[in-house]
């Protein structure tokens, strides 16, 4: 057989294997997408005709007809609002002094990288029990707000400082170079420089960070989030419930009411998760339009 021969041989081969996995994955993809159209449709159909005013204004009850999430939306906006103030000031300036202030090649800042990313893959069960263990117990917070508020905090901080590390290392040196050769100061050129030029990437790990926080519910079963709350928080001590456990109490009901109702609970917190989402994008949107000029 002569060596052409060989090579279109090898070549064909290498086809053929291409052609496969590209179907493969494009079946993948299409299955996927008919699993979660499936699921959005029976979430559609079940929930809608629960989601009015009346629902959204009402406390949790017994009877499936005047149950509502009043207490569980005010709750995921308790917990969402304290997390960001914990976690974002927290996580930025983290990865400022990681990514800034250290060396590159510095022991520590691999030490902290390395950890950093294996703290991020972690159940979020073992969160929940650091926190029970540490602000429940320990500090005496019982199962407030703040509790599982700080436990959020503790959830999302990684993501949020290895993906603002990723956007810091994606400011080019000679932006900082050129503000360090008009005689600015580390910290001016940090704030005036950096930190605007890489805050769309931030607000890309914040888009992350948020949308896991929103949805857990493992992490404030474990710290004494409550199921049956018919009361709106009023400061961070009070005890409180979210509405992943809320639906997560509906959907563990025989009832098929109980079903449809986590099912509108469900669309609820899909509405504010793309709310939030929808924010951080255009936010993201103008600061890297303005980082241009």
């Known amino acids: ?66 149950a509502g999430i009043k207490a569980a939306l005010a709750g995921s906006f308790w917990i969402m609002l304290l997390t960001g103030l914990f976690s974002i000031p927290l996580g930025i300036g983290s990865a400022v002094f990681i990514q800034e202030y250290l060396p590159s090649k510095s022991r520590w800042r691999n030490l902290f990288i390395l950890n950093l990313s294996n703290l991020a893959g972690l159940p979020s069960i073992l969160y929940g029990l650091l926190g029970l263990t540490l602000f429940a117990r320990t500090f005496g917070l019982g199962g407030s707000l703040l509790t599982g508020a700080l436990t959020m905090s503790l959830l999302i901080l990684p993501t949020i400082v290895i993906t603002s590390i990723e ?24 704030l005036g420089n950096v930190l605007p030029s890489a805050l769309p990437g931030i607000l890309t790990g914040l888009i992350l960070a948020s949308s896991r926080a ?37 959907a563990s009901r025989p009832q098929k009411s109980f079903h449809d109702l986590a099912a509108a609970g469900i669309l609820v917190l899909m509405a504010m998760l793309l709310a939030f989402n929808l924010i951080s994008i255009l936010l993201r949107y103008y600061y890297g339009k303005k980082s241009k000029y």
């Open 1 to 66: 057989m002569a060596l052409s021969e060989i090579a279109d041989a090898r070549i064909q081969k290498r086809r053929q294997k291409n052609n496969f996995f590209k179907t493969l994955t494009i079946a993948t993809l299409v299955i996927s997408l008919l699993c979660l159209a499936f699921f959005l449709v029976k979430i559609l159909v079940d929930g809608l005709p629960f989601l009015n005013f009346n629902f959204l204004n009402s406390y949790v009850s017994r009877k499936p007809a005047e």
């Open 167 to 190: 956007a810091l290392r994606s400011v080019p040196k000679n932006l900082r170079e050129g503000a360090f050769a008009l005689g600015a100061r580390k910290w001016q050129v940090i």
């Open 214 to 250: 929103i949805g857990e519910a493992a992490p404030l079963i474990v710290v004494g989030g409550l199921s049956f709350v018919a009361f709106v928080p009023q400061t961070p001590m009070d005890q409180f419930t979210v509405l992943p456990l809320q639906i997560f109490n509906w």
